[in-house]
């Protein structure tokens, strides 16, 4: 089945340094990433939405330039949390389009505190 | 715009009782429905999902039918194990741009105790 990686687990980071995620498709190719924040106890945010060799669409509210996304190749897509700050500590999922199964497959997670 | 309705929790059930989770979504267009599931500090898995009016998506005991006439898709299981314990989202597809979306529910927090 598909499946996708998301890496690191989990992350503490001090302010003011960057942090970047990795989420890959392992056994597909993904054209189309999602990039999701999860306070506790609540559902998912949609932060934006990554196509592979073009900018990212972000969700209304979500800076781009602290929420930085690469989608450089069909497999892999990256969130880097630039100038992180203690209110930027949250769950993050990523999940990657399947075209061939038409659903989304989702990573693991990413705890990230910043301190 | 495009929502899902979810019933609030948290459910807290006995080993083998029967389980079900409330969702409704607005009906603009025709929709995939997908119900998945999150176990602590993990992320989320497709459990099952239905693509058209009176599709029933099942997995693991689980099942939803696509209820178009009253934009409903129930989760249900007829006996319930401690190992279902986990938090519940319910989630439709929708049309934006380029990419199809996902929008989840709340989510409902499943408690099973021995």
């Known amino acids: 089945g598909a499946v996708v990686s998301q890496h690191p687990s989990r992350v503490i980071c001090k302010s003011g340094t960057s942090v970047k995620i990795e989420c890959r498709s392992l056994?597909?190719?993904?054209?189309?990433m999602f990039w999701y924040r999860q306070f506790p106890k609540q559902s998912l945010m949609l932060m934006a939405t990554s196509n592979e060799g073009s900018k990212a669409t972000y969700e209304q509210g979500v800076e781009k330039d602290k929420f930085l996304i690469n989608h450089a190749s069909l497999t892999l897509s990256t969130l880097t949390v630039t100038s992180a700050h203690p209110e930027d500590s949250s769950f993050y999922i990523c999940?990657?389009?399947?075209?061939?199964?038409?659903?989304?497959?989702f990573g693991s997670g990413t705890r990230l505190t910043v301190v | 715009g495009d929502s899902v309705t979810q019933m609030e929790g948290p459910v807290t059930l006995s080993e083998e009782a029967f389980l079900t989770i409330n969702c409704t979504y607005t009906a603009t267009g025709y929709p995939s429905l997908f119900w998945y599931v999150q176990y602590p500090g993990e992320g989320l898995q497709l459990l099952l999902k239905a693509t058209k009016a009176d599709d029933k998506g099942s997995n693991k005991g689980f099942e939803a039918t696509y209820r178009k006439e009253t934009t409903s898709f129930h989760l249900e299981k007829g006996s319930v194990q401690v190992s279902d314990s986990a938090v519940y989202f319910c989630a439709r597809g929708i049309s934006s741009g380029s990419a199809r979306q996902l929008t989840f529910g709340s989510g409902t927090q499943l408690t099973v105790l021995p």
């Open positions: 056994d597909f190719q993904a054209t189309t």
């Open positions: 999940s990657a389009r399947n075209p061939g199964q038409g659903q989304d497959t």
